[in-house]
T-cell receptor
Framework: AQSVTQLGSHVSVSEGALVLLRCNYSSSVPPYLFWYVQYPNQGLQLLLKYTSAATLVKGINGFEAEFKKSETSFHLTKPSAHMSDAAEYFCAVSRMDSSYKLIFGSGTRLLVRP | EPEVTQTPSHQVTQMGQEVILRCVPISNHLYFYWYRQILGQKVEFLVSFYNNEISEKSEIFDDQFSVERPDGSNFTLKIRSTKLEDSAMYFC????????????FGPGTRLTVL
């Protein structure tokens, strides 16, 4: 079975500080991994995805994530937080043997302090 | 930019009533999904749909749920007899092709069952 664990339901950073949102997955077959962002009253928007090519994946809005198989992790980072980054972030995993449905983590709400 | 749309944005219904949630996927997309998010919980997969049939469904998707693509543009989720625990945000998603192609999400329908 697949699962995703996001450590920290809330993360608070100062504007300009490093953003680090943690995601660990479990999967018995090579996974595809995704980060989605949800702004208030909006749907989920893809930030980036890992599909077995480069392990360091760059996404929109300056975010990137590194796939580390040995640590079963796919943490999301951004060097310098902006006020507009305040949102909820979801890590998700999918597999080819399960209709590629997304299995989501519980989400991390990012708060950015001025 | 094309987007997935969902109507209504908010639906209030009485327990035991039937509801139909509507989605218009992006026009050239072939794979369709429904997810739901109960308040305060993670986003959960309900069902995937391709070539006019269900590819996979979760344990949540019992006989009270059904999906349909009635006219080649709409994709609907019907709940036959709503329960209090069906109250949630329901998201529709679509993608062009199989594999780890990006799923594009609609803004969601908030269903409140009284």
């Amino acid at each position: 079975a697949q699962s995703v664990t996001q450590l920290g339901s809330h993360v608070s950073v100062s504007e300009g500080a490093l953003v680090l949102l943690r995601c660990n997955y479990s999967s018995s077959v090579p996974p595809y991994l995704f980060w989605y962002v949800q702004y208030p009253n909006q749907g989920l928007q893809l930030l980036l995805k890992y599909t077995s090519a480069a392990t360091l994946v760059k996404g929109i809005n300056g975010f990137e994530a590194e796939f580390k198989k040995s640590e079963t992790s796919f943490h999301l980072t951004k060097p310098s937080a902006h006020m507009s980054d305040a949102a909820e972030y979801f890590c998700a995993v999918s597999r080819m043997d399960s209709s590629y449905k997304l299995i989501f983590g519980s989400g991390t709400r990012l708060l950015v302090r001025p | 930019e094309p987007e997935v749309t969902q109507t209504p944005s908010h639906q209030v219904t009485q327990m035991g009533q039937e509801v139909i949630l509507r989605c218009v996927p992006i026009s050239n997309h072939l794979y369709f999904y429904w997810y739901r998010q109960i308040l305060g919980q993670k986003v959960e997969f309900l069902v995937s749909f391709y070539n006019n049939e269900i590819s996979e469904k979760s344990e949540i998707f019992d006989d009270q749920f059904s999906v349909e693509r009635p006219d080649g543009s709409n994709f609907t989720l019907k709940i036959r007899s709503t329960k209090l625990e069906d109250s949630a945000m329901y998201f529709c998603a679509s993608k062009v092709q199989t594999g780890a192609d990006t799923q594009y999400f609609g803004p969601g329908t908030r269903l409140t069952v009284l």
